[in-house]
């Protein structure tokens, strides 16, 4: 049966009407169009459809939508916003978080398809790594799949990215 | 870019019976993206009339808008290799116009002309000469218009970001003939670089440089519109419904029974069945989920399938029978020269089924109504859609059949994507024309792929006393793609394709080097009732026949006591092969030695291989644990030579992905199944490489401004398995002759050539 429900996203609360069993990704999809979480696989699997819950990565392909109430949810889209508010600035948001700009400096994606839950799984690590070894990377971003074979270069771009975060994104 | 169909408020019979105003009504509803911008829409074609547009008129490549910037329609559509950036650099370059003044129109068949599939890394190969001389001719006209309206010859013109100086005065390309028709035609069909009126190399400006991707900026930010994020109003979701892995091609899925009563606990779904084609559809995309899993279905089981390892001795019992077809393509006397040979050496070789995979499942939005149909996807052709697949399908004329391109997740190769295409088609049709966007479930993509062939071949080589290859004996089963007609076609009721339509072919010898006696025999298969499963080119599909070939190569340096480089150089005499393979021992600081000379008793060791394939080489490092079998390619080197690189950062970029994928599918990919059917149903049954493992890489573009650009996608993938293979050999003195090279068959690989850690 489908409930209305009240879900916080990128910092604004919608309300959606959504069986409680309903996976957060679908929601983020058909209800508020967000782009950035993909459907993949559907389990767990693959993480294109990553989000941050409360700041740790998640997959929203397996996450009911009423297990996220009361919690913030960050998207791709939403990146920026929350680089803004680490660094305190509460001025005019950046337009691109670090990790974003260092994807584009060093031309990552390929489809791109698989790219937010990159993002995003990269995000989660730099807010509690601020200055990973290769090794730590490549462990925490173990649980993500590419088929265009971007792991090399995602690598370097999260390097660049923690390294110009460490400098407060200058 | 614009929103989405379903934040316009417009009827879906403007969006498809316009008529005049169809292109009106797709720009404001968005459908495609080629319509949310009217720059896309060209004067001469604006997409009110089914395609393909005449490839003689200028207009039909080309469009010079009101504020100096212009679309460009070249009929290709980027698959994630970026070919929008290396085709609007071709045309760019020869308009003198930069990058940021020029839009790429998606493909769309009532828009854009036919170049062919996105197929076989061509675009730049085969649709750029068409493109290239779409620009030259439009700039000649440009510059006639010019001359008459300044008032000095042509020759006094200069072009810079599509502004014309002569005489001491300008002219823009937007005041000569913006938003207005050519009406022209091309000089010529196609032109290669420096032909007719298309620029020398040594002028270009563009071409050679490396901007960055235009379609990145997008994609990292969640603004990009994948076809997955395609709705229209109306729209239904559907799921199809198939056993979980499909059986043996041929036999499809014969449906027993459906319970209906199981689902009716879910609200608002519909059953759609059309022969043996199942699918549910409802408003809500997580009730259609449902409602695809807990339908009551049962399925005729048909174990006709060899199950897991017994691939090769159904493909050598089918042979001694008498079933296969074979092709033979001789040049020499290879036997007089093997039985002459001061060595010769023979090994079998396989390669398994391997997936497409796309990280996103194919998906489709069609909308069919009884005299038109609008399907939105991420094909490859979007000609080969509407006119092969849909318009039998539908039992419609292709003429009312609109197919629009939106750029999808990554497949390399004929995956699911036209099937989806054809099963929303069918959905909507049974529908009365309700709009249908259809998702593949995971288990729905991998278990239904076209997958690429599993691959048997048998190899003779032979060298003389000096270490000359003398002859070289490849015979190989052969299995021909089976993707004229998808499965939709099948379980609809429209049969499969029969063996006699299935022909394999001639199997090749590798032609890199000097080798002046060889025998290919093709062992075509009858794929059809035979045992096997439905098959469609997976990138570089010859790349089966580069593992036994570079494996044998490198068998035959050791058997000649020469080091692998140096034997390999010995048999060339193409100069741009003895470079990339002179470039790749360059980069990669070879020591020259005989491979495996230096074996290691330890538990983990280390080797080194090289592989050559046409102008491409590599050099892989790996470490072995010669407990556990496992194989880990740590560092790989690769030197590309792809003629003239429109983009060399985006021919770097190709060898990346190449390189890492094909690691992958080396080490780690191949499809399991039973003898009733595909059981890799997910990325736990079909495991790909995962971040901890991809190697780093050392990468090297030959730049060839004398020689013509080629595809820049595949090559290199023929190169990578042979030198992990060799790496491999080189580190534990024993050759792997499967693919994948998992850790079991390493291991058994290991024991049986009595070596243990």
Sequence with gaps: MASKLKIKVNGLVHSVTASLDTPLLYVLHNELHLHGPRFGCGLAQCGACSVLLDGKEIRSCVTPVAAVSGKAITTLEGLPALWAKERGTTASSPALHPLQQAWIDVQVPHCGYCQNGMMIQAADLLSTTKNPTEDQIRTAMNGHLCRCGTYPRILTAIKQAAAVMAKGGK | ?757
């Design chain 2, 1 to 757: 870019m614009t929103g989405l169909l379903h934040e316009r408020q417009l009827s879906r019979k403007t969006f498809l019976k316009g008529g005049g105003a169809l292109i009106v009504g797709l720009s404001l509803t968005g459908a495609a993206r080629a319509f949310d911008d009217p720059k896309a829409a060209s004067p001469s074609h604006i997409g009110g009339v089914a395609g393909p547009p005449d490839p003689s008129q200028i207009d039909t490549w080309i469009a010079i808008h009101a504020d100096n910037t212009a679309s460009i329609y070249t009929g290709r559509v980027n698959l994630g290799q970026g070919t929008p950036n290396g085709l609007l650099m071709i045309a760019g370059e020869e308009l003198d116009m930069d990058l940021g003044q020029l839009t790429f129109v998606e493909a769309d068949s009532n828009v854009t002309p036919d170049t062919g599939n996105t197929v076989g890394s061509s675009s730049i190969t085969s649709a750029g000469p068409r493109v290239r001389a779409g620009a030259a001719s439009a700039k000649q006209v440009l510059l006639g218009l010019a001359s008459a309206q300044l008032g000095v010859p042509v020759s006094s013109l200069t072009v810079r970001s599509g502004v014309v100086t002569g005489g001491g005065r300008t002219v823009t390309y937007a005041q000569l003939i913006g938003d207005k028709v050519f009406n022209a035609q091309l000089t010529a069909s196609t032109l290669n670089p420096g032909q007719g009126v298309a620029k020398p190399p040594a002028k270009y400006t563009l071409v050679g440089t490396s901007p960055p991707r235009i379609d990145i900026p997008d994609k990292v930010t969640g603004r990009f519109v994948y076809a997955h994020n395609i709705r229209v109003p109306g729209m239904l979701h559907g799921r199809i419904i198939r056993p979980r892995g499909q059986g043996a091609y041929g036999t499809a899925a014969t449906l027993l029974s459906v319970d209906a009563s199981s689902i009716r606990n879910i609200p608002n779904v519909q059953i759609v069945r059309r022969g043996d084609f199942l699918a549910v559809a409802a408003p809500r995309e997580y009730d259609a989920i449902q409602a695809a899993s807990q339908l009551k279905v049962r399925w005729k089981d048909n174990p006709v399938l060899p199950g897991d390892g017994n691939i090769v001795s159904q493909l050598r019992a089918q042979d001694r029978a008498g079933r296969m077809v074979n092709t033979t393509t001789v040049t020499g006397n290879v036997d007089a020269a093997l039985a002459s040979a001061a060595k010769v050496i023979s090994a079998s070789f396989t390669v398994d089924y391997q997936m497409h995979g796309p990280i996103g499942p194919p998906v489709a939005v069609a909308i069919v109504e009884p005299d038109s149909a609008v399907v939105i996807t991420n094909t490859q052709g979007v000609y080969r859609l509407r006119d092969q697949y849909l318009a039998p399908l539908l039992r419609m004329d292709s003429k009312k059949i609109r197919i629009q391109y939106v750029e999808g997740a990554s497949a390399f190769g004929h995956c699911e994507t036209d099937d989806a295409a054809c099963a929303a088609a069918v959905i909507s049709q049974e529908l009365g024309g309700t709009p249908v966007r259809l998702q593949f479930m995971r288990w729905d993509d991998h278990g239904w792929d076209n997958y690429g062939p599993t691959h048997l071949s048998d190899v003779r080589a032979g060298i003389d006393g000096k270490g000359n290859i003398v002859a070289y004996d490849n015979s190989v089963y052969v299995m021909a793609n089976t993707h004229a007609q998808e499965t939709t076609h099948e379980l609809v009721g429209l049969g499969s394709l029969q063996n006699s339509q299935l022909a394999g072919g001639a199997g090749p010898t590798p032609t890199t080097y000097n080798i002046p006696n060889r025998r290919a025999v093709g062992k075509s298969v009858p794929l059809n009732g035979g045992g096997y499963l439905k098959v469609a080119p997976l990138r570089l599909p010859s790349s089966p026949h580069s593992f036994p070939a570079e494996q044998m190569i490198d068998e035959l340096a050791h058997a000649a006591g020469m080091d692998p480089v140096a034997f390999r150089l010995q048999n060339l005499t193409n100069q741009r092969s003895i470079d990339a393979l002179t470039t790749v021992a360059q980069i990669a600081g070879w020591k020259p030695k005989v491979a495996a000379s230096q074996l290691s008793d330890e538990r983990i060791v280390t080797g080194r291989g090289v592989a050559l394939s046409g102008t491409s080489a590599a050099v892989a490092d790996v470490q072995v644990d010669r407990k556990t079998g496992k194989i880990l390619a740590k560092h790989m080197f690769g030197v590309y030579d792809v003629g003239l690189a429109i983009s060399p950062g985006l021919v770097e970029n190709q060898m990346v992905g190449a390189i890492t994928q094909t690691v992958s599918r080396a080490l780690h990919e191949g499809v399991r199944y039973t003898k009733s059917g595909v059981t890799s149903t997910d990325w736990v049954t079909y495991p790909i490489m995962r971040f901890k493992e991809h190697p780093s890489l050392t990468n090297v573009v030959i730049q060839r401004l004398d020689q013509l650009p080629t595809g820049a996608g595949e090559p290199l993938v023929a190169c990578i398995p042979a030198a992990l293979a060799n790496a491999f050999f080189d580190a534990t003195g024993v050759r792997i002759r499967q693919v994948p090279m998992t850790a079991g068959r390493v291991r058994a690989a290991l024991a049986e050539a009595g070596v243990t850690a």
